[in-house]
């Protein structure tokens, strides 16, 4: 189950959600599994994703590669009138699979799904959606209105938020005063074309994200001016569902894990601390190149030497400044000067966490906006006392403090299946969320394998693999 923005099928028939240029799906069939990628909204809510899941996996030998499906009532969408459009596609399926394979997703053929980011909340929902205790919301016969939770035999999450990610506020801080017209363009452009034809499928029809028939392009940009605006205002979408206040609506929901399911988080960080140090050589250089002239008034770079000498000398007295305490000011500095141009975003101030060199470019700027994000009071109560610089380490996407497991949550104590554990009676280590440990160098595109660098391959063992086996000779890895 992918994250945020993931995609099913390879996007430009090149790139993977799962690997990159690599396909770990099929490695795994190579090697003998049955694989279902989930072709999910990529900034659907969770709610959506989770109906998406289940519709999927019930109707996995549909001949057709669109089912029709139901999101439940309630759906902030009905009022537009374009939910009787609703559809989902087809899983997509990796390994040996017959033509007449009559696979049927029950107890006895129970799913374990490995998530990535959103997709490990998504599964959360969609495992409290399986206790058919919800009826209100999802009636009828296309949901469960029994128990099914053991339809799930475990759920391993790869940097989930499961407290929700800081991303989503320097996002909204980051977003112009047009932002809606701008993110208008973006759903007109992607769903302009019939699904089978578009580049990137935001998998939102439901929402009236489609063309009329004979419908032109700007009548269609003036019908989404309308309905983009109401969908994003609804808070029925991922950047909201990833917040910490998403996810704390989601705790609400979905309170108690299932006693059927096992739970294997793991977490990753990819900043280091800020440097602590006095103002050097080269970062008085640096600074002093963005002024005109500085060639003139600072042949050699003097200047830097001199002032760094005299910074290392007295760089015991606490009048001196500190990197961390200059990069603050000239960030101040330059945002004061955005402002009076009327500029309409800000330059994040630096924390307590820098990223790392390696880390994938495109995710380095938020890192850095996250490494010095302050929690506001709000969030730091639904994170149970946790502090903004303890939550400013992260992945580039996720906060590191995020990714071990819901905040209420019961953790099993120490390795897996830890102390106390009989491994003839594996059922007390289940509804409990074995926190697999941090890796301290994997980013969050290098969790799927998207875009990493060879040396982030290349310092750690070719395979890795932990192994439980089960009475009844089943693995979980």
């Known amino acids: 189950v992918s994250g945020f923005s993931g995609w099913g099928r390879p996007l ?84 040996d699979f017959p033509d007449n394979w009559d696979w049927a997703w029950g107890k006895e053929r129970p799913v374990h799904f490995v998530c990535h980011s959103q997709g490990g909340n998504s599964v959360r929902y969609l495992i409290e959606l399986l206790t058919g205790t919800h009826t209100d919301l999802f009636p009828g016969p296309d949901f469960p209105t029994e128990n099914h939770q053991d339809w799930v035999g475990s759920v391993v999450t790869i940097g989930t938020p499961y ?34 034809s578009r580049f990137y499928d935001l998998q939102l029809d439901h929402w009236g994200f489609y063309r009329l028939e004979d419908e032109s392009l700007s009548a269609m940009h003036t019908r989404l001016s309308n309905i983009v605006p109401f969908w994003w205002n609804s808070n029925l979408h991922g950047l909201h569902d990833n917040s910490i206040l998403g996810v704390a609506s989601l705790n609400d929901f979905a309170p108690d894990p299932s006693e059927h399911t096992y739970y294997f988080t793991m977490a990753f960080c990819a900043t280091n601390p800020f440097p602590n140090r ?40 606490p009048f001196l400044p500190q990197l961390r305490d200059f990069a603050a000011w000239l960030t101040d500095v330059a945002n004061r000067h955005l402002g009076s141009m009327n500029y309409f975003s800000r330059i994040p101030r630096p924390g307590s966490q820098v990223p790392r060199a390696d880390m994938l470019p495109a995710i380095a700027v938020p890192a850095y906006a996250m490494g010095g994000y302050q929690l506001d009071q709000q969030g730091s109560r639904v994170l149970d006392h946790i502090t903004s610089e303890e939550y400013q380490r992260n992945d580039g996407i996720v906060n590191t403090k995020s990714m071990s497991g819901p905040v209420s949550a019961e953790y099993g104590a120490g390795p897996f299946p830890g102390p106390g554990i009989d491994m003839k009676d594996m059922a007390s280590a289940k509804r409990k969320y074995w926190y697999l440990g941090e890796n301290a160098t994997i980013d969050h595109a290098d969790q799927i394998g998207v875009f990493t660098s060879e040396n982030t391959v290349g310092s750690y063992p070719q395979s890795l693999t932990i192994v439980v086996s089960t009475p009844k000779d089943k693995t979980l890895y």
């Not at 407290?163 to 302009?192: C, H, I, M």
């Open 163 to 196: 407290k929700g990610t800081t991303v989503t506020d320097v996002v909204q801080n980051l977003l112009p005063p047009n932002f809606l017209e701008a993110l208008t363009r973006l759903v007109w452009s992607t769903s302009f074309d019939p699904p089978r």
């Open 12 to 95: 430009f028939g090149t790139i993977n959600y799962w690997g990159g240029f690599e396909n770990l799906p099929a490695i795994l069939a190579r090697a003998g599994y049955k694989v279902i990628v989930a072709r999910i909204g990529p900034v659907s809510s969770n709610r959506e994703r989770a109906c998406e899941i289940w519709t999927q996996l019930r109707n996995i030998n549909n001949g057709t590669d669109r089912i029709n499906i139901n999101y439940g009532s309630q759906h902030p969408a009905a009022p537009l009138g374009f939910l009787q459009r609703a559809w989902t596609w087809r899983p997509v399926l990796f390994g």
């Open 278 to 317: 006095t103002l050097g050589q080269q970062d008085v250089n640096e600074f002093l190149a963005l002024f005109p002239l500085n060639e003139v008034f600072n042949p050699f770079g003097v200047g830097g030497r001199a002032l760094s000498s005299v910074f290392q000398i007295f760089s015991q007295l």
